[in-house]
């Protein structure tokens, strides 16, 4: 293993929460440091092995049994999405698969937010299209570092780090693209944006901290908003944004729409 790793350069990992945590299993954030670092690789193939054996043991123990429980199924099911997280962490870590410096200044790899606003009321990000399908093999963009530029010298109001927070996914297309883009629900930079913003602004990223909403709308290009509502507030914001959004689906039922008379989203 020594001798057949000496040539692979491995970049050193590090979350926003200060270090990696044998047996967590949240991503953490790759860092441009190239940098060996074989023993967290080891580490994971590991646990990766550990995960798989522990999941099929369960599966065995259940047909044998002849009978297969739904406690059962969704252990499995969680241990090996375990592994799948390893697996892609660790394709990362080789050089070849990690962003360089030069990379790292492109929008193929490192996606900022095209702008920021915040208010008392709610944050909002303006990125790029988030919802394109994603194929295999399809490099993977990073948000945390694109994020803590963005929002570099801004001061957070308190109650976005201190209260609990809905995320709100407006996807907006170009009247032409609508009934033409593959819609990719699962995409993984859904993913890795609520990863990245929870650094930021959630107490945590469970079930009970993180509420999601999603509405897709035309516009006169496509890029996704991303509004971050304290939950307390969130009856009196869809309250006014959902007729407007409402207005902007319906332009598609209607061939004479002419995009250019499109309302703008307000600001």
Same mark, same amino acid.
């Given at each position: ?87 892609? !962490?660790?394709? %990362?870590?080789?050089? *070849? /698969?990690? $962003?360089?410096?030069?990379? @790292? ?91 990245? !913003?929870?650094? %930021?602004?959630?107490? *945590? /990223?469970? $079930?009970?901290?993180?509420? @999601? ?55």
């Amino acid at each position: 293993m020594e001798e057949e790793n000496s040539g692979k350069n491995f970049v050193v990992f590090n979350s926003w929460k200060q270090r990696y945590h044998s047996g967590s299993h949240s991503l953490p954030n790759i860092l441009n440091m190239h940098d060996r670092d074989a023993e967290f690789s080891n580490t994971l193939v590991e646990e990766i092995i550990t995960f798989i054996q522990r999941a099929s043991s369960i599966l065995k123990v259940a047909m044998n049994k002849g009978i297969y429980e739904i406690d059962d199924l969704s252990w499995s099911a969680n241990l090996l999405e375990k592994a799948l997280n390893n697996i892609r !962490l660790l394709s %990362y870590a080789i050089k *070849d /698969d990690a $962003p360089n410096s030069d990379q @790292l200044s492109t929008d193929r790899l490192f996606i900022s937010p095209t702008s920021v606003k915040m208010t008392d009321t709610y944050i909002k990000f303006d990125f790029p299209i988030l919802m394109r399908k994603r194929r295999a093999g399809t490099k993977t963009h990073y948000y945390d570092l694109s994020l803590k530029e963005a929002l570099n010298g801004m001061t957070i109001p308190s109650q976005y780090t201190s209260q609990n927070i809905t995320m709100i996914f407006l996807h907006c297309y170009k009247k032409e693209h609508v009934n033409l883009v593959r819609k990719d629900h699962d995409n993984i930079d859904l993913k890795w944006i609520i990863d990245a !913003l929870n650094n %930021y602004f959630f107490i *945590d /990223d469970g $079930p009970l901290r993180t509420c @999601l909403f999603q509405n897709s709308i035309v516009d006169d290009s496509d890029h996704t908003i991303i509004y971050l509502v304290p939950t307390s507030h969130l009856g009196e914001f869809l309250t006014e944004k959902i007729p407007e959004w409402e207005r902007r689906r319906e332009v598609t039922d209607s061939s004479e729409s002419d995009p250019n008379l499109l309302p703008k989203i307000q600001k």
